[in-house]
Structures are given as C-alpha cells and as structure tokens.
C-alpha cells in the first residue's frame, strides 16, 4: 500500500464525525475544523519545535502538546482543510507542513499558526512555466494536464536544510524548491531523473547530500544540495516509503513488506538489513542517539545507530503507525490511525535492558 493510499484509508478506516467527512466544501479555503474530535483524528507525521510536538493529519488537523506528548490541543488557525501528511521544524518557532492538494503550510510560532505558502494550482503553473522555458514539449504536455486536473496531487515528504532552503515532493513526480523560506517557489520536477512520474514519498538529508526515494524502486541523489540529481541502482524494485541518514552518513531506505536497506558509500551499493517484522515501513527517523522505525502492522521498532538490530516497542493497539519522535523528557511518541500514543522513559527502559 501506497503512503498516499494510507491516508485516504486511514480516514475513511475511522470514521471521522461529518465536520471532517464533507466534500462539499473548497479544502483550499475551509479551515481546518476546531472541536474535541480533532484530537481523535487520524495524525500522519510528528516533529519537534523545541520542546513542543506537532502533530499533523488528516483534514488539516494540527495537534500541539507542551507536556512531552501526555496531552494534546489544537493549533489556533490552519487555513485548509486538507490531509496534511508530514511537517518538519528548523528550529523552536519555523516549521513547514506538506499535504494533499499540493499544499505548503508555514508556521513562525512553533505551530500554532499557519500561512498557505503553495497549492497544487501554483505548482502546477510554475511547472509549465518551466517547461516553456527549456522548451520541453513532453514536459509542456505533462505540466498541462497538471493544470486539468486542478489542485488534487499530495505532496508526501519534505525537506528543509535551514530556515531558507526546502524541497517538497510528492505523488506523480511533484517537485518543488525554495531558496527564501518558502516565499516563492520553483519546479524541481526538471532536475530530477523521473521521466515516468513515479511517485516520490521520502527525503533524507544529510548537509550537502539529499536523497529522494519513491515507488518501483526509485532512488535519487543530490551532493549539491539539490542543483542536480542522478538515479541510483537501488537493491529493490518495489516502493520505498521511508529513508534517514543517520550521522555517520550510513543511508536506509524502507518501504514494502518491511524490505530495509543500508548503503555506507552514498548509495552507489546496498545491503540488506533483517527486520523482524515484515510489515511495510512507513517512517524511519533517527532521534538522539537511537533509531525509530514505524509500520503498517502498528509496530514500532528501536535500533541503536552503529548496528541494526531492531526491537519491538510496546505499542500494542495494531493500528498502523505512520511516525515516531523523541520526546524532550526522552519519551517516545508515535502517531498514525489510533492518534498519539506516549511511551514514557520508564517503559522503555525495561524494554531495551
């Protein structure tokens, strides 16, 4: 199952009350719905802002917690309304969410507000505007067809060096870059070696390095920072939903039926890793000095970071978990179907000992 697919099933899995459920209603121009059932409602991604987890899913839900995950509230004004299914933060107050209609949320005050920064529309239009200016005739075709469709293609990962420099990606090869925080934009779909328009769900950076990797076994790399990409021999030909690079440089890349992989020259070569749970990856991130992998069976695994050896975590609902985070008080706090769920540093102690 596709990380897109995920999210539609999710909420429709859910049965999220009618305020979430109308199609009725312009996504770019409703906000996001303020009620209790907000807190109930499926989350996507988590990061930290300093202290604080943001949490964002579906219905342009934005959730907010100052206690390390043990409660949540609702972020005051998100301006759509659609599924918003990653967010990163570059620091306490500047943060950036992804999601469905080719949205682009930004927020100056560690997620309590946020601003429409790009829609499928505009992305669409600075598409064709690219491929008018190196006169590419097929990409020309493909831009306007974006145009037909309208704002309908999600953006599914997303990747910011520092509080000016960004990449988004997302379904059909969506690709988009800014050099300003996010004040204006350009198509990225021209650099990146993805004639076919394969769908692009993770991004893994490490300074000058970036990797992108997506569905059939798609895999690219950058070592300038995005300015130009090549396609990587990859070990696998399915999709991959997840990728990190962990400090050492070492690159994994996840994605169906739990398949892992981990290249230690850049991904010109690859090994595989045993995971135990074969069960498709939906997030890996490292966080401190440890590694969190999140599945589609609801299963969390933790791994040291200089050898793999994953283990299971004691989340025990099975729902599928899309995202996993450290705390500041050193808790582990996973999202996905079932919302947020908290593993306090006392729990996971008895686990890993």
Same mark, same amino acid.
């Given at each position: ?20 459920? $109308? ?125 037909? !469709?309208?704002? !309908? ?12 420099? $960004? ?33 692009? @769900? ?8 970036? @990797? ?23 070990? @696998?030909?399915?999709? @991959? ?113």
């Amino acid at each position: 199952m596709n990380k897109m697919l995920y999210g539609w099933l999710l909420a429709a899995c859910c049965g999220l009350p009618p305020a979430f459920a $109308g199609s009725d209603v312009d996504v770019l121009s409703q906000p996001a719905v303020h009620g209790p059932q907000a807190l109930h409602a499926v989350l996507q991604d988590v990061a930290r802002a300093g202290t604080r987890l943001v949490s964002v899913g579906e219905r342009g839900v934005v959730l907010l917690s100052d206690d390390n995950g043990a409660t949540w509230r609702q972020a005051t004004a998100v301006p759509v309304s659609v599924s918003l299914t990653a967010v990163q933060f570059v620091d306490e107050r500047n943060g950036w969410a992804v999601g469905h209609a080719g949205v682009v949320l930004h927020s100056e005050d560690g997620g309590e507000h946020w601003a429409l920064q790009l829609d499928g529309k505009r992305a669409a239009a600075l598409e064709l505007q690219a491929g008018e200016a190196d006169g590419d005739a097929s990409r020309i075709a493909a831009a306007q067809r974006l145009q037909a !469709d309208g704002a !309908d293609k999600p953006l599914l990962a997303l990747s910011f060096a520092d509080a000016r420099h $960004g990449l988004v990606v997302g379904a059909y090869g969506l690709a988009l870059a800014t050099t300003d925080g996010g004040r204006s934009w350009q198509s990225s779909m021209g650099l990146l070696p993805n004639r076919r328009g394969l769908h692009l @769900y993770a991004l893994a950076r490490q300074g000058a390095e970036l @990797y992108v990797a997506g569905e059939q076994g798609l895999l690219l790399r950058s070592r300038d920072g995005g300015a130009h990409f090549v396609a990587l021999q990859g070990p @696998y030909d399915g999709s @991959y939903f997840a990728a990190s690079v962990l400090p050492s440089g070492r690159l994994l890349v996840g994605g169906l039926r739990g398949s892992l992989f981990a290249s230690d020259d850049g991904g010109d070569s690859f090994r595989a890793l045993a995971n135990p749970i074969p069960a498709s990856l939906n997030g890996i991130r490292v966080a401190g000095n440890q590694l969190l992998l999140a599945n589609q069976a609801g299963m969390l695994l933790r791994s040291g970071l200089d050898d793999f050896a994953a283990q299971p975590l004691p989340v025990t609902d099975g729902l599928p978990l899309a995202a996993a985070t450290i705390a500041a008080d050193g808790a582990i706090v996973a999202v996905g179907m079932a919302g947020a769920r908290r593993l306090a540093p006392s729990s996971l102690s008895t686990t890993t000992d």
